[in-house]
């Protein structure tokens, strides 16, 4: 049953591609003629999910998960192998005229702008296309224009702007019609860390002016920690992981680490814990998580403690040890 | 209604703009097309004075005017080629206009159409060198100035559905090179393209009237030079609006299930 409040709602969603192949060589491209051979590869394999109204989540995996095949069954460019999709309360692959007016994809490695001439005329076709009343528009441009600091680029051909600049373009382009649902296919892929940061506020942006509900891929946590509050982890199109992202660090992180600055500088620290780091007293080490407070415990009644803190291992290494768990093959 | 004639202008508009981005390198392309057709005048202006005057049926002067039309019909007659559907699908190209609210025919239509109104202005010039020239002999009415323009249209319409339709194949393989070049090849000999249908034997004339190549090129042409009967043209406009909805029912046909394959396969 779909929960009636979902704007995404999924049950056991699978997609199985037939991948042709066949043997290095003359002789075997020439049995290739006759004989074809297919080998069906599981992208995606009975995932379920509801995504509702609002909700910015993260859909985190290793290239190869199943992130893009999902996000194109979502937006109706695949047809689901089995399993039930709907998006806003519409069946995606029907790709009916209604529901494409409401979402939009973003794929990071893919251009959607008209190359040789200046965005500005890509814009106002996308107003002609979904039919956006003129004030709607205007308003709407000014608005990214300003955000995303476009004023100096919207009249530049495409060709001419930087990966970054066009990047931010293509994001706007593609949400003039203000779509209620968003997939952003790695977003920022290439990006600098600064211009990752100035889509990543602008992405937020938008979610919290126009409650529009985001599903978003990316390699980079930095732009799962500062948009999601949720994440769908996925390897091998199996579902892993589906809920709050600081359940996800608490669960997968074997260790915490402890920085412990020390008045002599002389100590050996191995008996605690593994040293990563040793400078001038200040050491970095890793304990099992679940001796943290021992070992904090231990640490500052046997040492000469100057300053001690304890934090999460980077966000990188927890999902790194999501994915190195068993998956079903 | 309105939103689609402005989903329409708007595509124009972009094809227009893109077309004056690079306005020099356009009007080269545009003049290297003439050394074709420049040949086949020539060619059929010498056969035509060694016989005494004319080749099948057609004066020098004649030959001059059918090649100088020719030259605005065929620019006319280029149209999303299924090479360009093949590539189209192969880079991703399609998903993007799958996302967009509105059937990939309407985009490439209102696109080509566009893009016609700047070859048209282009043509002129070229039109009017070649005409000091080559001198050709015409007599231009009301009347024929009139049907040509809806014939011309009409004539882009029909190539525009066939090869449209065509390219759909690139759904199912990428190698139908070989039906391409076939279908090319057809077409050049039957279309009026190569040369005027009523320099070849009456059983290909025959066969020519049945398809739609002549209907898209030589048909056009010889409605300005005169040489068809108001029925004949009328005629003609009905088996333009034939070969449009052979084309229309073929894409409505084969579209879903070509969308189905690519959404099974993907890019």
Same mark, same amino acid.
């Given at each position: 049953?779909?929960?009636?409040?979902?704007?995404?709602?999924?049950?056991?969603?699978?997609?199985?591609?037939?991948?042709?192949?066949?043997?290095?060589?003359?002789?075997? #491209?020439?049995?290739?003629?006759?004989?074809?051979?297919? *080998?069906? @590869?599981?992208?995606?394999?009975?995932?379920?999910?509801?995504?509702?109204?609002?909700?910015?989540?993260?859909?985190?995996?290793?290239?190869?998960?199943?992130?893009?095949?999902?996000?194109?069954?979502?937006?109706?460019?695949?047809?689901?192998?089995?399993?039930?999709?709907?998006?806003?309360?519409?069946?995606?692959?029907?790709?009916?005229?209604?529901?494409?007016?409401?979402? $939009?994809?973003?794929?990071?490695?893919?251009?959607?702008?008209?190359?040789?001439?200046?965005?500005?005329?890509?814009?106002?076709?996308?107003?002609?296309?979904?039919?956006?009343?003129?004030?709607?528009?205007?308003?709407?441009?000014?608005?990214?224009?300003?955000?995303?600091?476009?004023?100096?680029?919207?009249?530049?051909?495409?060709?001419?702007?930087?990966?970054?600049?066009?990047?931010?373009?293509?994001?706007?382009?593609?949400?003039?019609?203000?779509?209620?649902?968003?997939?952003?296919?790695?977003?920022?892929?290439?990006?600098?860390? $600064?211009?990752?940061?100035?889509?990543?506020?602008?992405?937020?942006?938008?979610?919290?002016?126009?409650?529009?509900?985001?599903?978003?891929?990316?390699?980079?946590?930095?732009?799962?920690?500062?948009?999601?509050? *949720?994440?769908?982890?996925?390897?091998?199109?199996?579902?892993?992981?589906?809920?709050?992202?600081?359940?996800?660090?608490?669960?997968?992180?074997?260790?915490?680490?402890?920085?412990?600055?020390?008045?002599?500088?002389?100590?050996?620290?191995?008996?605690?814990?593994?040293?990563?780091?040793?400078?001038?007293?200040?050491?970095?080490?890793?304990?099992?998580?679940?001796?943290?407070?021992?070992?904090?415990?231990?640490?500052?009644?046997?040492?000469? @403690?100057?300053?001690?803190?304890?934090?999460?291992?980077?966000? #990188?290494?927890?999902?790194?040890?999501?994915?190195?768990?068993?998956?079903?093959? | 209604?309105?939103?689609?004639?402005?989903?329409?202008?708007?595509?124009?508009?972009?094809?227009?703009?893109?077309?004056?981005?690079?306005?020099?390198?356009?009007?080269?392309?545009?003049?290297?097309?003439?050394?074709?057709?420049?040949?086949?005048?020539?060619?059929?202006?010498?056969?035509?004075?060694?016989?005494?005057?004319?080749?099948?049926?057609? $004066?020098?002067?004649?030959?001059?005017?059918?090649?100088?039309?020719? $030259?605005?019909?065929?620019?006319?007659?280029? @149209?999303?080629?299924?090479?360009?559907?093949?590539?189209?699908?192969?880079?991703?190209?399609?998903?993007?206009?799958?996302?967009?609210?509105?059937?990939?025919?309407?985009?490439?239509?209102?696109?080509?159409?566009?893009?016609?109104?700047?070859?048209? #202005?282009?043509?002129?010039?070229?039109?009017? &060198?070649?005409?000091?020239?080559?001198?050709?002999?015409?007599?231009?009415?009301?009347?024929?100035?009139?049907?040509? &323009?809806?014939?011309?249209?009409?004539?882009?319409?029909?190539?525009?559905?066939?090869?449209?339709?065509?390219?759909?194949?690139?759904?199912?393989?990428?190698?139908?090179?070989?039906?391409?070049?076939?279908?090319?090849?057809?077409?050049?000999?039957?279309?009026?393209?190569?040369?005027?249908?009523?320099?070849?034997?009456?059983?290909?004339?025959?066969?020519?009237?049945?398809?739609?190549?002549?209907?898209?090129?030589?048909?056009?042409?010889?409605?300005?030079?005169?040489?068809?009967?108001?029925?004949?043209?009328?005629?003609?406009?009905?088996?333009?609006?034939?070969?449009?909805?052979?084309?229309?029912?073929?894409?409505?046909?084969?579209?879903?299930?070509?969308?189905?394959?690519?959404?099974?396969?993907?890019?």
């Amino acid at each position: 049953m779909s929960a009636p409040t979902a704007t995404i709602h999924v049950t056991n969603l699978s997609k199985t591609f037939h991948v042709p192949e066949r043997e290095a060589g003359i002789k075997a #491209a020439l049995r290739s003629l006759v004989h074809r051979k297919t *080998r069906d @590869v599981k992208a995606v394999d009975q995932i379920a999910f509801d995504v509702t109204p609002g909700e910015v989540v993260g859909f985190l995996g290793p290239n190869g998960a199943g992130k893009t095949t999902t996000l194109k069954m979502l937006s109706g460019l695949l047809y689901p192998t089995s399993g039930e999709v709907t998006v806003l309360g519409h069946v995606p692959s029907r790709r009916e005229k209604d529901f494409l007016r409401r979402i $939009t994809l973003i794929m990071g490695n893919r251009n959607q702008l008209q190359w040789d001439i200046p965005a500005i005329d890509s814009f106002e076709l996308n107003r002609d296309v979904y039919r956006i009343p003129d004030a709607d528009y205007k308003r709407t441009r000014d608005e990214f224009i300003e955000l995303l600091d476009l004023e100096n680029l919207v009249h530049k051909p495409v060709r001419n702007l930087s990966l970054g600049e066009r990047m931010k373009m293509e994001i706007a382009g593609a949400l003039l019609h203000r779509p209620q649902v968003l997939f952003l296919d790695e977003p920022t892929i290439g990006l600098d860390v $600064t211009m990752q940061r100035r889509l990543r506020e602008f992405i937020a942006e938008y979610n919290r002016r126009n409650g529009a509900t985001v599903l978003l891929t990316s390699h980079y946590m930095a732009d799962v920690e500062a948009l999601c509050k *949720r994440v769908i982890v996925i390897h091998r199109g199996h579902i892993l992981f589906d809920g709050d992202f600081r359940a996800l660090v608490d669960r997968f992180s074997a260790y915490k680490t402890i920085v412990v600055t020390l008045a002599n500088h002389q100590l050996d620290l191995t008996e605690y814990g593994q040293v990563i780091a040793a400078d001038a007293g200040k050491v970095t080490l890793h304990v099992p998580k679940s001796e943290t407070a021992r070992i904090t415990a231990r640490l500052l009644t046997d040492l000469p @403690v100057d300053d001690l803190t304890i934090e999460d291992p980077p966000i #990188a290494d927890v999902i790194e040890r999501v994915f190195a768990q068993d998956a079903p093959e | 209604m309105k939103s689609t004639i402005r989903m329409y202008l708007g595509y124009m508009r972009l094809s227009i703009l893109q077309q004056f981005q690079y306005p020099v390198r356009n009007y080269f392309y545009m003049v290297g097309m003439i050394a074709e057709p420049i040949i086949y005048l020539v060619v059929w202006q010498t056969v035509a004075r060694a016989r005494g005057g004319a080749v099948g049926g057609f $004066t020098a002067g004649e030959i001059a005017a059918y090649y100088i039309v020719w $030259t605005l019909v065929r620019n006319m007659n280029i @149209v999303l080629t299924p090479y360009a559907w093949e590539n189209r699908i192969q880079r991703g190209q399609l998903s993007g206009q799958l996302l967009r609210p509105i059937h990939p025919l309407h985009i490439d239509l209102a696109y080509f159409t566009g893009w016609k109104f700047v070859v048209i #202005a282009m043509w002129l010039p070229i039109a009017a &060198v070649l005409i000091l020239v080559f001198q050709p002999a015409i007599q231009l009415s009301l009347g024929n100035v009139a049907a040509f &323009v809806i014939a011309l249209w009409g004539g882009f319409l029909v190539r525009f559905m066939l090869q449209w339709a065509l390219g759909m194949l690139s759904f199912w393989t990428t190698r139908v090179n070989a039906v391409f070049q076939l279908y090319f090849t057809i077409e050049l000999l039957l279309s009026g393209r190569f040369v005027p249908l009523s320099f070849l034997p009456d059983w290909a004339q025959s066969i020519a009237g049945w398809l739609p190549f002549k209907w898209a090129f030589g048909y056009p042409i010889e409605v300005i030079l005169g040489r068809w009967s108001p029925q004949e043209i009328f005629f003609g406009f009905a088996m333009q609006a034939v070969w449009v909805l052979i084309g229309l029912a073929i894409i409505a046909l084969v579209w879903r299930a070509g969308v189905s394959r690519f959404s099974s396969v993907g890019n």
